[in-house]
């Protein structure tokens, strides 16, 4: 079964960092974030989330704006965040088809406890949504299943934490284009924001531990101005 996908709109960055770092403690991998009313929407459009965590008040209209919408196409659980208190609003929240209404400040913790509460209502079992890890093998490199050890053509790499996580997420989607910011996002746990540097220093160092001839790549090459993609057959 498919890991349930999950849909954040807050236009609180560290909120949002927050809430998917609780989230990926409690077994969660696919999360998408936005920050307003129309970069939610389009997200649910290209992500089709299972479950929406909406805030009120959002820069460009209201998370009750976005319920709407998806309300007409989708009947995946929707939980409201607000730093309104009043039981009108949360009433309302409700009543345009809401499933749980959480006020601010809240522990991230709750929220994700609260997710899984109603991804169970909607069917979700435990073991589809806890991080059930798979061993990967693809060309000539191997992973464990706890995504710690790596070996190409049965020898163990010597490899950081950092450069592990960069080629799980390689290993994941062989042979397609990860941009930067999704690479830092899923790695660093963090906004991309022109950390530039900082990734292209472990990408050069994990090109010198799994390539023959890190100067002239065959696996990690870069497509210019869109990312990196991780070529095996």
Same mark, same amino acid.
């Given at each position: 079964m498919t890991k349930p996908r999950i849909l954040i709109v807050d236009d609180e960055n560290d909120l949002r960092h927050l809430m998917k770092t609780a989230l990926r403690k409690e077994g969660f991998t696919e999360i998408e974030t936005a920050g307003s009313v129309q970069e939610g929407w389009n997200q649910f459009e290209s992500f089709s989330p299972d479950i929406a965590i909406l805030d009120i008040m959002l820069p460009d209209g209201e998370g009750y704006d976005l319920c709407r919408r998806i309300r007409e196409v989708s009947h995946i659980p929707i939980l409201f965040l607000s730093a309104k208190s009043d039981e009108t609003d949360k009433i309302l929240g409700l009543a345009l088809g809401g499933d749980d209404?959480?006020?601010? @400040?809240?522990s991230p913790k709750e929220v994700a406890f609260r997710v899984k509460a109603q991804l169970r209502r909607a069917g979700y079992h435990e073991a589809e949504m806890a991080s059930q @890890?798979?061993?990967?093998?693809?060309?000539?490199?191997?992973?464990?299943k706890e995504e710690t050890e790596v070996m190409k053509n049965g020898e163990m790499l010597e490899l950081t934490a950092k450069e592990i996580g960069l080629l799980a997420c390689f290993m994941h989607n062989p042979n397609q284009i990860i941009s930067k910011e999704t690479l830092f996002e899923r790695v660093w746990g963090e906004d991309f924001l022109g950390a530039d540097n900082t990734l292209m220093v472990h990408i050069r160092r994990l090109r010198e531990k799994i390539e023959d001839h890190p100067s002239k790549p065959i696996y990690l090459t870069t497509v210019k101005g869109l990312g990196y993609k991780f070529i095996v057959k």
């Open positions: 209404y959480i006020t601010k @400040p809240f @890890p798979k061993p990967l093998s693809i060309g000539p490199f191997s992973m464990n």
